[in-house]
Each structure stands twice: as C-alpha cells, then as structure tokens.
C-alpha cells in the first residue's frame, strides 16, 4: 500500500490549498483517512480525519477553516485549506487505517500507512 500527497505549495496568509492524498495497492479496505501535520521542532499532530462513514475531526486549531472529504471509489483524501495563516506551516502527512483480508474466513489484519509529506507555507 502506499500513499501519494501532493497539493501543497507557497500561499499568502488568507489564501487556500486543496492537498490531496490517493492510496494505492490490493487487498486493503481502508477504515480512517487522516491528515496530519509537523511544523519545525515540533511534534506531528493532527489537523483532521475522516471515517468510513464520513464522520469527521478537526483540530480546534483549524475548525472552520479546513474541510476534509473523501473520495471512496478513487480511494482519495482531501484537505481544503481556507484562510490560512502562517502557523499553518507544517510538512502534512496523509495517513490511513485500515485492514487486509485475504479471504473470507480469513481474520482482519489491522494495518496503517503514512504518506510522504507535501510541504505548505504561509508566508508574505
């Protein structure tokens, strides 16, 4: 399984990204998507997730601001990105839960992937 991210980029305080985040690979029903966030020196956090059911979490941080959706047939994650601000400066890493099942008697196996990163600055 792997997780391509891209969308991000250089944007002015106020302005917006749409960063997206398609999974790829066989044999995986994927549960939760989820964006995360790491800015220099900090920890990653996260910034939202969507379930298989589209309930949604925001970071109190971004709420009202921020949209994730998700596309299920093309096995894809979004994340708007509105009025942004330069705390918003982060490397944002999509990631997903999910399991394998190979067979119908076969038992679930638990698994989760990251993606790679795609940069987003806010800056004038």
């Known amino acids: 399984v792997q997780l391509q991210a891209s969308g991000g980029g250089l944007v002015q305080p106020g302005g917006s990204l749409r960063l997206s985040c398609v999974v790829s690979?066989?044999?995986?029903?994927?549960?939760?998507m989820g964006w995360y966030r790491q800015a220099p020196g900090e920890q990653r956090e996260l910034v939202a997730t969507?379930?298989?059911?589209?309930?949604?979490t925001y970071a109190d941080s971004v709420m009202g601001r921020f949209a994730i959706s998700r596309d299920y047939t093309q096995k894809t994650a979004y994340l708007q990105m509105n009025s942004l601000k330069p705390e918003d400066t982060a490397v944002y890493y999509c990631?997903?839960?999910?399991?394998?099942?190979?067979?119908?008697?076969?038992?679930?196996?638990?698994?989760?992937?990251w993606g790679q990163g795609t940069q987003v600055t806010v800056s004038s």
């Open positions: 690979g066989r044999g995986f029903t994927i549960n939760t």
């Open positions: 969507i379930t298989s059911d589209y309930e949604t």
């Open positions: 990631n997903v839960d999910g399991y394998f099942k190979v067979c119908i008697e076969c038992p679930k196996r638990p698994a989760e992937f």
